[in-house]
């Protein structure tokens, strides 16, 4: 069941475009910095002209805020409502496969696909930075000095840790999946939870409650980075996604083993 889902999801044209998207921005910052070369640091990171290194780091802080929501969205919420939108969820349901297993392998195949989506960037962004700007250690701006070999070890974490942060949505899209035939609005809400998170977790009077949001600790993982490392707030991001897929992914278990499937 989960070879079949996986050969169906990623034959898909949607799976392409996705990873297209969170592709080309690595590649935009590459060309954009190598033609018009900034002075000092970048995105508040790095002068991303001294070491190939630094592309992938700020196409991760670039993409978890925004794009990177809308990609795992869209594999997550088109998952179960994209097979109701075509007609073909009820002649899944005749195979002798439980309602459960044909969750839990679409499930997993979403999430699969956002993890790969993230280190697209990384990936992407290492291989066209070295290319443009070299195979350099890493200065942070608080003039550490991280080595290549430190600075990559710091980058797969990272990018596992963002890969990690966009559960909520990921398990927010899948169970509007399992409620709607509609794969828009299943994708949409994913997207607009991640939006409302942050609108909430920018607001100054809303602070006392800014860390149940779950946007609030997307960037703990550039503390890597720096001399002083903080790896606190990335536990508290790690767990902090725990209740939210939980929820949500209970929810929608629930509501489908219930649901009257006539798509």
């Known amino acids: ?23 080309v921005i690595p590649i935009i910052f590459t060309i954009a910095f190598k033609v018009n070369p900034p002075h000092g640091a970048a995105l508040g990171l790095f002068d991303l002209t001294a070491s190939g290194i630094n592309i992938p780091i700020a196409a991760l802080a670039g993409e978890s805020a925004f794009l990177l929501i809308v990609v795992v969205s869209l594999f997550a919420g088109d998952s179960v409502s994209g097979e109701a939108s075509w007609g073909t969820l009820r002649y899944l349901l005749v195979r002798p496969v439980s309602r459960n297993r044909l969750l839990g392998s679409k499930l997993l195949i979403a999430a699969a696909l956002a993890v790969a989506a993230t280190f697209v960037v990384s990936l992407v962004g290492l291989a066209v930075g070295t290319l443009a700007f070299g195979w350099h250690p890493v200065t942070t701006p608080t003039l550490t ?55 909430l977790n920018n607001i100054s009077a809303l602070n006392g409650t800014s860390y149940i949001y779950p946007t609030h600790y997307v ?12 790896t606190s707030e990335m536990v508290h991001g790690v767990a902090l996604q725990v209740p939210y897929v939980i929820v949500f992914l209970a929810i929608g278990w629930w509501w489908f083993n219930r649901k009257d499937v006539l798509s």
């Open 219 to 230: 960037n703990a993982w550039q503390s890597l980075f720096f001399q002083q490392t903080q």
């Open 1 to 23: 069941m989960i070879a079949v889902e996986a050969r169906k999801q990623v034959w898909r044209l949607r799976t392409y475009v996705g990873l297209a998207l969170v592709a």
């Open 145 to 199: 000095t991280v080595s290549q070999a430190g600075a990559i070890g710091r980058l797969a974490l990272s990018t596992l840790y963002v890969a990690w942060s966009q559960a909520a949505y990921l398990a927010f899209a899948f169970m509007l999946s399992t409620m709607t035939d509609s794969a828009f609005a299943a994708v949409a809400g994913g997207v607009g939870l991640g939006v409302v998170s942050q609108i």
